[in-house]
């Protein structure tokens, strides 16, 4: 007897473990309100160089967000506000989630989309050679195809997580369910530009944002697509170098062999920063950076498969900062984005350039405090026997000293970093076994910056990113897109994290 009704127990929690994940199936009415939902914000150009664009986002997500029992406030910073969305349940004793979204996009240039205007959604479908042809959004009352994708700008960066979020919202409310914790949503409308005025708008609404814990839907899964969770991310400082020739480009015929050319003073100067296998030579840019042994289980825990990633980027040998991937990017680094100097390609001219710049990102991990990187950064520079300037030099400046240099500097955020065992990271990884029925791949920190840091430094709230896109969007990039699965997918990923208890 005493087998019978323990046998009836656990039939009994079986089937109530089957009933409470039973509500997280999309049907077809679900994925087709989905995508009508996403197309219409998606419509809406996000580029924040125009505010009265924002201002028509910012509208939209306060009707979206207070048709979903949210109550919005515009939070006020030094630019465009942010909005904090609160949600009206309330659950005494239980503790606070704070959700970051991103709105904004990159700039567009139609000129190079495979569609005549990025903000109008176009639904693809890959031929067989590889191309990607639009068809009839009609097609989707029939059965949709998981590998369609649907191209506009924010598509995954960041506007597909936002009507994941709210497609959630409703799949909740229509099942009767209940978020076990108190809830609010705080979007960003200028995370592109590097949300200049977020670290200020935490600092003046620190009550209003505060909470237990932060979670950041954002960015794309492990190319293994595998469900996955990412721990931290890595600051970014931006430098602009600028080395000084002629006060006017000079003809090369005339002046070649005898005035300086800028450029090639730039090259060694940038050439001495790093050693032949990628290494920064930085006086004590690596110090303090240890990697334990614990800390390497959990970095060669992550499925990369490198010799792949190195054929799809195209390069023959990594950089030597570290034995893998994982551990390169918990290192910080010293990037040279870009460079100019006189002129190339049909405009080419032979002439000893005036200037020649260098834009410089700097990567930095939690351990890394970026004053200090830039102050060795300035040292180095000085040791290859540059005097740093803030500003242009005067010609009296340039005929006395050679070697003259402009430094200026952008410190935009600071690194972060969650533990994987913390209370955050543990309930994640709860939810994620309840929908998938394994553990997530669990990166240590991401290689990109998002600007996390303010909340994680004022608030001291602990930050975990859950990223839901394919990766192979085209992130920031013309043509950028998201597959039909993954959207599917992320929005029963964010329904599961939505009710499950902490």
């Known amino acids: 007897m005493n087998k019978v009704i323990i046998l009836l127990v656990l039939v009994s929690l079986g089937c109530s473990s089957i009933i409470a994940q039973a509500p997280f199936q999309l049907t077809k ?27 028509v986002n910012m509208k939209w997500c306060e009707e979206a967000f207070t ?28 503790p606070t989630v704070l959700i970051y979204l991103q709105i904004d996009g990159q700039p567009v240039d139609p000129d190079f989309w495979w ?65 076990p914790f108190n809830m609010k949503v705080i979007m960003d409308f200028e995370e592109e530009l590097g949300s200049p005025n977020l670290a200020g708008g935490v600092i003046k609404n620190r009550e209003a944002l505060k909470a237990d814990h ?46 300086p050319n800028p450029a090639v003073k730039l090259s060694r100067l940038i050439a001495s920063m790093k050693d032949d296998y990628g290494r920064v030579k930085v ?17 060669a825990a992550v499925p990369d498969d490198e010799d792949q990633l190195r054929v799809k980027i195209g390069f023959a040998e990594p950089d030597r900062v570290a034995d893998n991937y994982q551990e390169s990017i918990q290192y910080p680094s010293l990037n040279v984005r870009g460079m100019l100097s006189g002129w190339v390609g049909d405009e080419v001219r032979t002439i000893v350039p005036s200037t020649a710049i260098a834009e410089i990102d700097i990567r930095t991990v ?30 009296r400046e340039k005929v006395t000293n050679p070697n003259l ?14 533990e994987l065992d913390s209370e955050t990271g543990l309930w994640l990884r709860r939810a994620f076994k309840s929908k998938n029925g394994t553990e997530p791949v669990m990166k240590r920190t991401s290689g990109g910056s998002i600007p996390i840091s303010p909340f994680v430094n004022t608030l001291g709230v602990p930050a975990v990113t859950v990223p839901t896109v394919n990766p192979d969007n085209n992130q920031h990039s013309p ?13 029963l990923t964010i329904a599961t994290i939505l009710t499950e208890k902490i």
Not at 76 to 85: C, F, H, N, S
Not at 215 to 242: E, Q
Request: no cysteine; hydrophobic share 35%; glycine share 6%.
């Open 479 to 491: 043509n950028e897109n998201i597959r039909l699965e993954n959207f599917f997918d992320g929005i």
């Open 67 to 94: 048709k979903r029992n949210f109550n919005t406030t515009r939070l006020k910073t030094d630019g465009i506000p942010l909005l904090l969305a609160n949600y009206n349940t309330t659950m005494a004793g239980q």
């Open 366 to 395: 939690k351990e890394s405090d970026p004053e200090g990187l830039l102050e060795k950064l300035r040292n180095h520079i000085n040791e290859q026997g540059y005097t740093i300037l803030e500003e242009k030099p005067s010609s």
């Open 29 to 55: 009415t679900d994925q087709l309100e989905a995508i009508s939902l996403f197309r219409e914000v998606l419509s809406i150009p996000n580029d924040a160089h125009f505010p009265d664009d924002i201002e």
């Open 115 to 179: 569609q005549e205007d990025p903000f109008t959604p176009a639904l693809k479908e890959q031929s067989a050679d590889g191309e990607w042809k639009e068809i009839a959004w009609s097609k989707l009352d029939g059965p949709i195809n998981p590998d369609w994708r649907i191209f506009a700008r924010s598509t995954s960066d960041a506007k597909g997580p936002v009507a994941m979020f709210l497609q959630a919202m409703d799949m909740i409310h229509r099942n009767n369910l209940t978020i």
């Open 405 to 418: 240099v402009t430094m200026t500097h952008k410190i935009s955020y600071q690194a972060f970093r969650t």
């Open 283 to 299: 006086h004590g840019w690596y110090e303090d950076i240890t990697i334990d042994e614990e800390t390497k289980k959990i970095l």
């Open 214 to 259: 932060l979670i950041i839907f954002d960015g794309p899964l492990h190319p293994t697509y595998k469900p996955t969770l990412t721990f931290g991310a890595r600051g970014i400082t931006t430098v602009t170098l600028t080395i000084y020739g002629p006060d006017f480009p000079q003809h090369s015929g005339h002046y070649g062999n005898y005035v």
